[in-house]
């Protein structure tokens, strides 16, 4: 074989391997299956790192929001924080429900739970603060009555346009169908900055809202970061219309026990120079100062 040909396919096969390396999605595992490395936990009335009563626990390979050591349940609305904050990127996990909601519990709180995005670290929260300033993307379990969709949205120090316009409901619902039982739900988000959100749940996108930003009250307009017992509440107050760009995922615990497991992110944020090693051709979010070349 003449070596001008060698050369030539020799060159195709590389560049058609660096190709493919660009194009396979590196997600990452945020929790490594046996312990709680990695994140930080705020339970209100209690400081960070205080898990309450092991009210986040990890057993067979999941993260369990668990009652147990409970005999009522007050105020101690809980969240555990990937201590990594992300901007433009994936996240997909799976959750179910178990058993009973812990006695003392709000009704609405039944098979009631859900993910914080773009969300404050939990450093950041007041003592006594309820919810995180962030996106949630809250799952509601079927109780076999009537339908309850999932993959919802809630909005606690937030709103969001839906279909273009201002949307101020704090909770917004989903078109999906009913998970009733104690069934695994697939349930994945696409977060691109302050731009758009998209909710899955099994692969079908449910939800879509955009322009994500500070303000609406915390609970409603009527509900003041101040009622919320928000930290720095008038430094908040005064970011009234910020976008939200970014910010810390968290997983919630609000009193009825869930499970999560296989919980993936995927960054849409880095090197964008072809040239790069790092390079991958998925990026939508340039951070070309994390670029990386053969020396």
């Known amino acids: 074989m ?82 990594k904050p992300y901007s433009h990127y994936k996240i997909r996990l799976q959750y179910r429900f178990t058993g009973n909601q812990v006695p003392g519990g709000a009704s609405w709180n039944v098979r009631n739970s859900g993910i914080m995005l773009h969300s404050q670290s939990a450093a950041s929260l007041g003592l006594d603060q309820d919810f995180p300033i962030s996106l949630e993307m809250q799952y509601l379990g079927g109780l076999n009555a009537g339908e309850r969709t999932t993959g919802n949205l809630c909005t606690p120090g937030t709103i969001v346009d839906i279909n273009g316009k201002l949307d101020e409901a704090h ?57 919320g ?11 009234q219309g910020t976008p939200l760009s970014s910010g810390y995922i968290a997983l919630q615990a609000e009193s009825h026990p869930i499970d999560f497991r296989n919980i993936q992110v995927l960054n849409l944020k880095g090197c964008m120079n072809p040239k790069a090693i790092n390079y991958k051709s998925y990026y939508i979010e340039p951070d070309n100062q994390a670029c990386k070349f053969k020396k």
């Open 2 to 83: 003449p070596i001008k040909i060698l050369l030539f396919l020799l060159l195709t096969s590389i560049t058609s391997f660096a190709q493919k390396a660009a194009d396979k999605e590196e997600w990452e595992s945020i929790f490594n299956g046996k312990d709680l490395t990695g994140w930080d936990i705020k339970i209100a009335g209690h400081k960070v790192n205080d898990n309450y009563k092991n009210t986040f626990i990890v057993e067979d390979d999941m993260i369990r929001v668990n009652y147990k050591e409970y005999d009522k349940f007050t105020t101690e609305y809980g969240h555990m924080y990937y201590n």
């Open 171 to 227: 909770c917004i619902n989903s078109s999906s169908k009913t998970y009733n039982g104690d069934q695994w739900v697939d349930a994945e988000a696409i977060v691109l900055g302050d731009s758009i959100v998209y909710h899955l749940i099994e692969k079908d996108t449910v939800l879509t809202f955009t322009k994500p930003r500070i303000g609406g009250g915390y609970v409603g307009k009527n509900h003041t970061f101040k009622d």
């Open 229 to 239: 017992k928000v930290g720095n509440e008038e430094d908040w107050a005064k970011k």
